[in-house]
């Protein structure tokens, strides 16, 4: 009987001493998942340590100021316009000495030049033929009968650079001649040559090559720095 409880003592004391060794093993490796407190774990390292794959990264949208479709030929910018394409080509041999490559550029553009009091159009030509006689017997001198284009059979009363000006003509004849008139702009065709280039630097070395342009030649009129307009689809 003795013998069988020494028996029975050392087979508990075994499996005491077992199970505190397998607690022990399960304690280290639960330790190498755990970090230090006060950090969260990331979702990427929590599948790491379970087998799991993590998820790919999300795509980063590129800066709002970038534009996918720019062609990294740098910027382009122009002086002008020039009335005479000789003021452009004196410019042209100044810049020549502080940028790479400029050209000049001709181009046709529509332009306001002064305003236009015309007497309004009449049906037929007999009939502005009528109205010119009838202004001239009026006093006014300046008059001129319009045959052709889309303003045939108006008749000019004058052109006048300002719209105030034109504005005071037109007060005149209505009070004093009882002259109905209107005003129109007068939009002319005109060539005008540019000097424009192309920039990789920077706008303040840019504008530091201006400084210096109109700096050191004092007679030549450098017009405002412009950027080239968009082209026409």
Request: glycine share 8%.
């Amino acid at each position: 009987m003795r013998f069988l409880f020494y028996i029975l003592l050392i087979a508990n004391l075994g499996f005491f001493f077992w199970s505190l060794g397998h607690r022990d093993t399960k304690r280290h490796l639960d330790a190498k998942t755990v970090e230090a407190p006060g950090r969260l774990m990331l979702r990427s390292e929590v599948g790491d340590t379970q087998g799991e794959i993590p998820a790919p990264p999300a795509e980063i949208p590129p800066p709002l100021g970038l534009d996918p479709g720019s062609s990294g030929d740098g910027s382009c910018y122009r002086l002008g316009p020039f009335a005479e394409t000789a003021e452009a080509r004196r410019l042209l041999g100044l810049v020549k000495e502080w940028i790479d490559r400029p050209t000049v550029l001709s181009e046709s553009s529509e332009s306001l030049d002064g305003y236009w009091l015309l007497y309004p159009k009449a049906d037929n030509l007999d009939e502005a033929k009528g109205n010119r006689k009838m202004l001239i017997d009026k006093g006014i001198k300046d008059v001129w009968l319009i045959d052709k284009g889309d303003m045939a059979g108006m008749i000019s009363l004058g052109i006048f650079k300002t719209r105030e000006e034109a504005e005071t003509e037109l007060l005149r004849l209505s009070n004093k001649l009882n002259v109905r008139a209107q005003i129109r702009p007068r939009i002319t065709q005109s060539d005008t040559a540019w000097v424009q280039f192309s920039w990789e630097k920077s706008a303040m070395e840019l504008d530091e090559v201006m400084i210096q342009l109109r700096g050191e030649n004092p007679d030549v009129s450098v017009p405002p720095l412009r950027a080239c307009p968009r082209p026409k689809f």
